[in-house]
């Protein structure tokens, strides 16, 4: 087994006593400033020895994955919002550690003359997802398209790449809300995205107003959710491996 075919390798006592001992990179992926391109380098050695001849038992400490999840809906009480925190319960099963992006109502109104130099909430939304290794989305639909915020927020990602080859779950909260989602799904394929179509899935709460933990105390829609996460799971170990990432 190859240094880059390992998960990582550490020894739970050496890191619990040398806390400064930081967290490589999660990934390396390094993006262009513009254009499609996008390059790898090489992978970090996720290996960290045990310090002591005495205490040589080393131990495969999965590395959690990190999941950039987003709302199309800026309402207070979204019941996608609300999915997403049902979904980000769901993740913990998995080693999936997903953080909800607050700043889509922050993003201004998408101007190509401004793509190269966005102002710093463009930047911190583009870094969130550098550092993710994948993206789950909920968002309703308005007039039979998708929201104007998620449809804004992508277009301020189409030519800087975060997106490319990026596993993408789209997860509907109605049932009644098709178009919105096929279109959104046509759009991230088109930003050259990965997506998942196995972890995409509709879960018919229809604009009621459910909490988290209602979501969670229903054993169908937890069996939906684990099901997609599981699977983007894999995609994610799967993609890391072809990258060589640990
Ligand atoms: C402006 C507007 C347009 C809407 N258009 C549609 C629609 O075309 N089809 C649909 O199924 N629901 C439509 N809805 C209903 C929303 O999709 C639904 O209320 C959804 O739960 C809102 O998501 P949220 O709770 O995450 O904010 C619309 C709602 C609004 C505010």
Redesign the pocket.
């Known amino acids: 087994m190859t240094i880059q075919q390992r998960s990582a390798i550490c020894s739970n006592a050496f890191l619990a006593h040398h806390p400064a001992i930081t967290e490589p990179p999660r990934h390396n992926r390094i993006l262009s400033n513009r254009g499609f391109s996008s390059r790898y380098k090489a992978p970090y050695t996720a290996i960290r020895n045990s310090p002591s001849a005495h205490t040589n038992r080393q131990e495969i400490i999965p590395m959690p994955r990190h999941v950039l999840a987003i ?3 800026l ?1 207070a ?5 609300t999915l997403l925190l049902a979904a980000q319960k769901c993740g913990q099963a998995h080693g999936l550690e997903i953080h909800l992006y607050d700043g889509l109502g922050n993003l201004p109104i998408f101007n190509p003359d401004n793509e190269e130099t966005p102002p710093k909430s463009v930047l911190d939304f583009r870094a969130k997802l550098a550092q993710s290794d994948a993206v789950l989305i ?1 968002s ?5 398209g998708v929201t104007g915020a998620i449809k804004n927020a992508l277009d301020w990602v189409v030519a800087s790449g975060e997106f490319m080859q990026m596993p993408v779950a789209a997860i509907n ?2 049932g ?2 098709t ?2 989602q096929a279109a959104l799904i046509e759009t991230i394929r088109t930003m050259d995205a990965n997506i998942i179509e196995q972890a995409c899935l509709t879960i018919a709460l ?2 009621k107003n459910y909490s988290a933990e209602d979501i969670l105390n229903d054993p169908e829609t937890v069996g939906l959710l684990d099901q997609s996460l599981g699977v983007l799971k894999n995609v994610i170990g799967f993609s890391h491996q072809k990258r060589g990432i640990a």
Do not use: D, L
């Not at 009480?77 to 919002?81: C, E, H, K, P």
């Not at 309703?140 to 039979?144: D, K, L």
């Open positions: 709302c199309g809906s309402r009480q979204s019941i996608n919002r909920a309703p639909e308005y007039a039979h909260a109605s009644r809300a178009i919105a229809n604009g």
